[in-house]
Nanobody, 123 residues
Framework: QVQLVESGGGQVQAGGSLGLSCAAS????????MGWFRRAPGKEREFVAA????????NYGDSVKGRFTISRDNAKSVAYLQMNNLKPEDTAVYYC????????????????WGRGTQVTVSS
């Protein structure tokens, strides 16, 4: 059974940092593209970042570019999202997602999803 489990969420003050992890129970994790999305209260799900299966190609949402970094460790089957200079508008539930064939900003591209981890940024 495929599982994606996010961790590392919490509460932080504006300007602070948090690091999220996504542990994947995927056979051949190294062949999956990984993405991070978020959903704030009352808003639609928003693309945050994605990384190609080889860890080289990366893409970011406009609102996080320059502040967030996506990475992965294929040996550990884990994807990461390092978030720096956090802002109150970054407050949301953060989800990781995986797909073997597709990658991009559209959440419909991803076949597997975690349950999310809450990130709260106070001003």
């Amino acid at each position: 059974q495929v599982q994606l489990v996010e961790s590392g969420g919490g509460q932080v003050q504006a300007g602070g940092s948090l690091g999220l992890s996504c542990a994947a129970s995927l056979s051949s994790f190294e062949t999956y593209n990984m993405g991070w999305f978020r959903r704030a209260p009352g808003k639609e799900r928003e693309f945050v970042a994605a990384v190609h299966w080889d860890g080289v190609a990366r893409n970011y949402g406009d609102s996080v570019k320059g502040r967030f970094t996506i990475s992965r460790d294929n040996a550990k089957s884990v994807a990461y999202l390092q978030m720096n200079n956090l802002k109150p508008e970054d407050t949301a539930v953060y989800y990781c997602a995986a797909d073997r064939l597709r990658i991009g900003r559209n959440p419909d591209y991803y076949s597997y999803w975690g349950r999310g981890t809450q990130v709260t940024v106070s001003s």
